[in-house]
């Protein structure tokens, strides 16, 4: 059964494969629309949106943000590189302070980028950024959809563009 909820999956080539087909696999059970949001077109992220395509949409590119409504809540994948990539791109930080101000939970996959989460928890204000680190995948995925679903309630999503 397909929700209107929207979760995006923020990754960059380098990301912990793995833990981004836990989630994906996880999202398939909850309803809840399914994402991935990334830099630039990869083939291995082109491969996450078809093998999870029952509850996912196609890949989409930070840059097309522009023509969408902010998700209701975002996970960013892990790993060294991953977070190198991220860390660089103004427009990541763009959206961590767009999911600030509407109260939207963000949370980081295993195993965190910890410059990465230096970085954003300078710019993401009040907004605690949930994390995956020592709790098993489900346990902090039900939590992330819990806090997703209890801040869409709390604060209703504008009508306005996501302005990138």
Known sequence: MKSNRNCFVLVADGFIENSVRQTAEFFLTTGVNLTFLSLYRSPAINQ??????????????????????PPDG????GG??????LMIDPR????IEQLALLGQPVGLLY?????LVEALGRVSGNLPLLFQEKRHPEVFLNHFVR????????YPQQVSSFIL
């Open 80 to 85: 060294t590189m991953c977070g190198q990539h």
């Open 74 to 77: 975002l996970l960013i994948a």
């Open 147 to 154: 806090e997703m679903m209890e801040a869409t309630t709390a």
């Open 111 to 115: 195993p965190v980028y910890v410059p």
């Open 48 to 69: 996450l949106a078809a093998n999870y395509g029952k509850n996912s949409v196609p890949g989409l590119l930070l840059g097309d943000m522009l023509q969408q409504e």
């Open 92 to 95: 990541v930080y763009q959206l």
